[in-house]
């Protein structure tokens, strides 16, 4: 052995011993705690002063075990930066547990490393470096990571296929509601639920199907496929009816304007009131403006308007057909003119009970006054009467 390496190999031994110590200390007061930062940097230390005693009795492992005996070639012991490796014959595989310095690492998993022909330990072609296969210590937490993942992408896409097709209905119900009246009492809600809420598992599963047998990358985030359109197709059909839907509302309601013989700009702008109305209640946005402008300060814009258009909708909706529709403004008047009456009418007979507890109150005490006023009279009386009556006074 050289001088280096055995240079390297005591300034290993100081450093190791200085640190071994402190792992042992911190082995019996660290406790597994919260993902916080303060666990997490602690977890880190913890594992690092661990590798350092793995390696520290790695490299007198190295100096105390007795030489390759067997015949033929062999890769020399080695420390690779988490394990140490025994001797092994060229053209095989040394196979152990994995570490555990780490909580992503499936210690019951196996880290393998390939002697060459060469007698040199396998390297990675990329890096040129020796390398040791430990990816399947982390599969099975890649791989819990992956289903989840692929579970939360497949509910994302039915919730945003959901969005849409509750569009498809609201455009349907105010086009049956507008063009159609005469069917409207033959509307019944279970027929849009469906629409809405079943419908869109549809391609939904299908993509997630597709995806997991012909393009099954991570996470299933990548767009350069056409497996897409298994969601988006059924989505953009839903708009384009949308579009037609209002197309024709706008069509009946200026046959309406010019037939009540109005004037022709009131008309126009009732026209255009009732078109800017249900554009964002049918998603029609999407289908004026599909593109991104190429612009950064045009592109921030499209990007802001439509997440408004998009997360938003329900709030516009409810301001747009609710609280600016005279007759529910109407109805709020009406129902908060009653329960100023009701709440003057109870104040009113509270204030009338309280003045005929007075009254009672004032009437007691004056009855209860007199009662006493007579008592004393009348026991005055008595007395006199008691003395008229003694023998030998006359009456």
């Known amino acids: 052995m050289s001088d280096v390496t055995m240079g390297s190999l005591i300034t290993c031994f100081v450093t190791a011993a200085m640190l071994t110590q402190s792992a042992g200390t911190l082995q019996e007061s660290w406790e597994p705690a919260g993902y916080t930062t303060e666990s997490m940097a602690t977890d880190v230390r913890l594992s690092r002063i661990r590798i350092i005693s793995a390696q520290y009795e790695c490299y007198l492992k190295i100096i105390s075990d007795p030489p390759y005996e067997k015949d033929g070639s062999y890769c020399n012991r080695t420390w690779d930066g988490w394990l140490c490796w025994d001797d092994a014959p060229t053209q095989s595989v040394a196979v152990q547990q994995c570490p555990d310095y780490y909580q992503e690492f499936d210690h019951s998993e196996k880290a393998s490393k390939f002697c060459a022909e060469n007698s040199l330990w396998f390297r990675h072609p990329e890096s040129n470096r020796t390398w040791t296969n430990y990816t399947q210590c982390t599969a099975h937490t890649r791989d819990n990571q992956k289903v989840g993942c ?8 039915y919730l945003t296929g959901c969005n849409y097709f509750w569009m498809l209905c609201e455009g349907i119900y105010l086009h049956t509601l507008i063009i159609v009246a005469v069917f409207v009492e033959e509307q019944r809600l279970l027929w849009y639920y469906i629409l809405g809420w079943g419908f869109p598992l549809v391609p939904a599963i299908i993509h997630a199907a597709a995806r997991s047998n012909y393009f099954n990358d991570n996470c299933w985030m990548r767009i350069d496929t056409h497996l897409l359109y298994i969601v988006h197709g059924p989505i953009c059909t839903a708009l384009v009816v949308n579009l037609f ?27 255009v009131r009732a078109t800017l109305i249900l554009v964002p209640l049918l998603g029609i946005q999407f289908v004026l403006f599909p593109y991104k402008p190429d612009g950064r300060l045009t592109g921030e814009i499209y990007d802001h308007v439509m997440h408004i258009f998009m997360h938003f ?4 909706v409810t301001t747009i057909f609710c609280f600016f529709n005279r007759e529910v403004q109407s109805a709020f008047k009406r129902q908060w003119s009653q329960y100023k009456v009701q709440y003057s009418h109870q104040l009113t007979s509270t204030e009338g009970s309280h003045s005929n507890m ?23 009386d008595c007395a006199e009467i008691l003395v008229l009556k003694e023998p030998g006074i006359s009456m």
Do not use: C, D, P, W
């Open 245 to 271: 839907f209002l197309l024709n509302i706008v069509r009946v309601l200026i046959t309406k304007l010019r037939v009540t013989h109005q004037a022709q700009s009131e008309a126009y702008m009732k026209v």
């Open 313 to 316: 909708q329900g709030i516009l």
């Open 358 to 380: 007075t009254s009672l109150t004032e009437f007691t005490g004056y009855s209860l006054t007199q009662t006493i006023n007579n008592n004393r009279t009348n026991g005055k």
């Open 150 to 157: 692929k579970v939360l992408h497949f509910i994302h896409l």
